[in-house]
Nanobody, 121 residues
Framework: QVQLVESGGGLVQAGGSLRLSCAAS????????MGWYRQAPGKQRELVAV???????NYADSAKGRFTILRDNAKKTVYLQMNSLKPEDTAVYYC???????????????WGQGTQVTVSS
């Protein structure tokens, strides 16, 4: 089984920073894209940022210039560095990854359990 475990959420004042981490574990052969999504109360889940195994990145317009996605392939971990946080960034942040396990030859999509980020004004 494959698991994604997030950490690093919390409460921060507007203008502050947080760093989220997501570690993949289990019987993993390889990981393709890894990303972060978020869901605010009453809203749909939306993409924040994604990074490929080769390091190519894509950001939501709301994240450009403030957030940075990084990954450590050796540690099977993806990070989201969030700076200049705004109250509208308040949401549950979910890690997502396309993972090929040793027991299945195709890539499957996995989600973490989510971590709460709250930005106070």
């Amino acid at each position: 089984q494959v698991q994604l475990v997030e950490s690093g959420g919390g409460l921060v004042q507007a203008g502050g920073s947080l760093r989220l981490s997501c570690a993949a574990s289990g019987s993993i052969f390889s990981i393709n894209a890894m990303g972060w999504y978020r869901q605010a109360p009453g809203k749909q889940r939306e993409l924040v940022a994604v990074i490929t195994s080769g390091g190519s990145t894509n950001y939501a317009d709301s994240a450009k210039g403030r957030f940075t996605i990084l990954r450590d392939n050796a540690k099977k971990t993806v990070y989201l560095q969030m700076n200049s946080l705004k109250p509208e960034d308040t949401a549950v942040y979910y890690c997502n990854a396309d993972v090929r396990s040793y027991s299945f030859s195709l890539y499957q999509n996995y989600w973490g359990q989510g971590t709460q980020v709250t930005v106070s004004s």
